[in-house]
């Protein structure tokens, strides 16, 4: 939970409030439950929330309207899954996606597998990073994970000589 205000001075601030664990359904009722009791926790007044700037996500918005906040959508999150959106429609965006994906899966449930690349970077004089697997809510993971993985082509090629799988490098 995050702050935004102006002082009288009409000079922005800014504060993280509250990290808040959240092991319950993310129903709209809970998020509702767990805004209120962070607001109650720092004596926050219901009407000194003018607005409450929220993501996309069905749940987030049905807890801002259980709590009777007004609330607005970011407009940096929509153009997001707008540009998400567009690349993914492209099937060779998807293919190399699918490719980066297993690969980052394989070395990520094989830790045999990861000490192997770990000898390659090392042998190669390579940075010994691990590969990158994306994650739906993080925004630009699918970007972090390409770019690693073309960090990573040459231990990779390396690896995939000696032990073949479904995915290589070669769409890249």
């Known amino acids: 939970m995050t702050a935004h205000w102006l002082s009288n001075e009409f000079s922005q601030h800014r504060a993280v409030l509250r ?15 767990y805004l209120h009791k962070g607001l109650v926790s720092f004596e926050i007044p219901h009407m000194k929330i003018h607005i409450v700037l929220l993501d ?4 987030m918005v049905a807890g801002v309207r ?33 490719c980066c994906r297993h690969l980052a899966t394989h070395f ?3 830790p045999t597998a990861a000490a192997k690349l770990e000898a390659i970077q090392e042998q190669l004089g390579t940075n010994k990073h691990r590969l990158i697997q994306d994650i739906t809510t993080r925004w630009n993971s699918f970007y972090d994970m ?17 032990h073949p799988t479904q995915s290589t490098l070669n769409s890249f």
């Open 56 to 59: 996309n996500a069905a749940n």
């Open 66 to 98: 259980d709590s009777g906040f007004r609330s607005m959508l970011c407009f940096i999150h929509t153009i997001q899954l707008c540009i998400h959106d567009s690349i993914l429609s492209q099937k060779s965006v998807k293919d190399i996606l699918a």
């Open 19 to 33: 990290v808040m664990h959240f092991p319950e359904s993310h129903t709209g009722k809970k998020i509702s439950e």
């Open 108 to 110: 990520h449930h094989s």
């Open 146 to 162: 390409i770019e690693r993985m073309l960090d990573q082509k040459v231990p990779l090629a390396t690896y995939t000589a000696d």
